[in-house]
């Protein structure tokens, strides 16, 4: 078989227990002036006074915005970016959720090429390079560490936005899973299922090259083999520790599988992209006002039941991943089973089970599959094709 792939990442990532403290050094070597964007949560720990000290001991000037507001309102990145703006940092530091890493990639975006947020929504609008990015994840679900995409909300649009260009991914990662321990039990499954969201929708995917989604010529069918291995990579880990994450939050090797299997969940989909969990999710959000790793899993096992007559081979390949079947050989058998151990697993930490439970009203139903159809990126990579009667029935099954 000939092997075909394509991944964009940072050009360094660090992680494990105490990396935090390479923050300084790591920072020398991209500026002098470190604007580091965090939220009020994350002020008031040691930690944070630790990494700031280190940066400080690099020779770096440090400005702190630390106003970030979970799902960042858009406004709130044009007023962040107002005040900081006469600093003229030559760095931006990420510290936080994936808002906090959303929030710093907004803030260097608009720091190097002005203009508002509204101007560069959707794919490749950014018009070059933005002044380096330093991601440190504190929750283990986003990979925003790694991906090419911010999103943020925007009071004048009913669901939220993203920006994606490959000029957001971060230049260096720095995971640390200590930051991670005081995750509440409810943060890390919503921040894990969504990390299992994104590998097993990246894995099933129809999965287009870089390439090809820059120049939008041609679609690449097949399998990108550096994408599925780290999809695979990140359900093995998950299937394995994330149930113990969540109920031993202290099980620092627990809670190292999880951050591992976020940040190869992200690689994945960065580059494979996400499919019908998402673009459903977006109106679920907007109608229901949960997180978007909640609304994403309630969804997972619905979207995989839709799309196992397209993909069954790869779903088997995710039973053996997740450990629930020995072999891919039955792929019936094994990808009924990967369904299977998805519901369970998710029903074990606490997720929804359906959008009802989720606090759907009925009457939105239509209108919640009219939008999610609406956002063609994400329906065009999804393995089995919808259209408004085939939505309309997965939304309402989803929904039972
Ligand atoms: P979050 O960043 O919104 O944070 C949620 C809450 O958790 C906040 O109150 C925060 O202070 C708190 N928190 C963060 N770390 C903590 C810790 N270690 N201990 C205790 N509390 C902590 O949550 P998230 O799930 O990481 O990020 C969600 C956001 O990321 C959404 O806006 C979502 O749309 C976006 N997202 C982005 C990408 C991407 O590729 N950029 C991918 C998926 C989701």
């Known amino acids: 078989m000939t092997l075909f792939g ?3 990442l940072p050009a360094e990532i660090l992680f494990g227990a ?9 920072a020398q070597r991209l500026g002098q002036r470190a604007l580091v964007v965090t939220d009020a949560r994350f002020t008031a720990t040691p930690a944070f006074a630790g990494m700031v000290a280190d940066l400080e001991q690099a020779g770096l000037v440090v400005q702190v915005h630390d106003a970030v507001l979970p799902d960042v309102p858009v406004a709130s990145v044009a007023e962040g970016v107002a005040a900081v703006r006469g600093f003229e940092p030559d760095l931006v530091v990420g510290i936080g959720g994936g808002s906090c890493l959303d929030f710093a990639k907004c803030a260097a975006l608009l720091l190097s090429h002005g203009g508002a947020l509204q101007d ?23 990979g925003s560490e790694v991906t090419p995409v911010a999103v943020i909300s925007d009071a004048e649009r009913t669901l939220k936005v993203g920006i994606s260009s490959p000029y957001l991914i971060s ?16 943060l890390s499954a919503i921040a894990g299922a969504d990390a299992l969201t994104h590998a097993i929708e990246a894995f099933t995917a129809i999965k287009r090259t870089p390439d090809a989604a820059l120049t939008q010529e041609h679609v690449f069918i097949g ?18 520790n994330l149930e113990r994450a969540v109920s031993v939050g202290e099980d620092l090797e627990a809670r190292s599988a999880v951050m591992m ?33 909640l609304g994403v899993a309630a969804l997972l096992p619905y979207v995989m039941a839709y799309n196992r007559p397209a993909c069954e081979t790869e779903l088997a390949q995710v039973a053996v991943a997740l450990g629930a079947a020995e072999a891919a050989d039955d792929r019936g058998h094994a990808a009924q089973a990967a369904i299977d151990a ?48 085939t939505m309309r029935r997965l939304v309402r099954a989803a929904h039972a």
């Open 18 to 26: 105490g990396q935090r403290h390479a923050l300084g050094r790591v």
């Open 261 to 293: 299997a976020a940040m190869a969940a992200g690689a994945a989909f960065g580059t494979a992209g996400t499919a019908a969990a998402h673009a459903i999710q977006y109106p679920v959000g907007a109608l229901t006002h949960t997180p978007h790793g």
């Open 171 to 186: 230049r260096v990662a720095i995971c640390d899973p200590e930051l991670t321990l005081s995750c509440p039990p409810m």
């Open 120 to 142: 560069y929504y959707g794919e490749f609008k950014v018009p070059g390079p933005v002044l380096p990015l330093i991601a440190v994840p504190t929750t283990a679900g986003t």
């Open 223 to 240: 399998k990108n083999a550096l994408t599925d291995q780290q999809a695979l990579h990140a359900i093995g880990l998950l299937g394995h």
């Open 6 to 8: 394509a991944l964009r």
């Open 342 to 389: 998805v519901v369970r697993l998710f029903a074990a930490i606490g997720i929804p089970r359906s959008l009802g439970e989720l606090g759907l009203p009925t009457d939105q139903l239509d209108w919640t599959a009219e939008q999610a159809l609406g956002i063609g990126r994400l329906i065009k990579n999804n393995p089995r094709p919808l259209d408004l009667a």
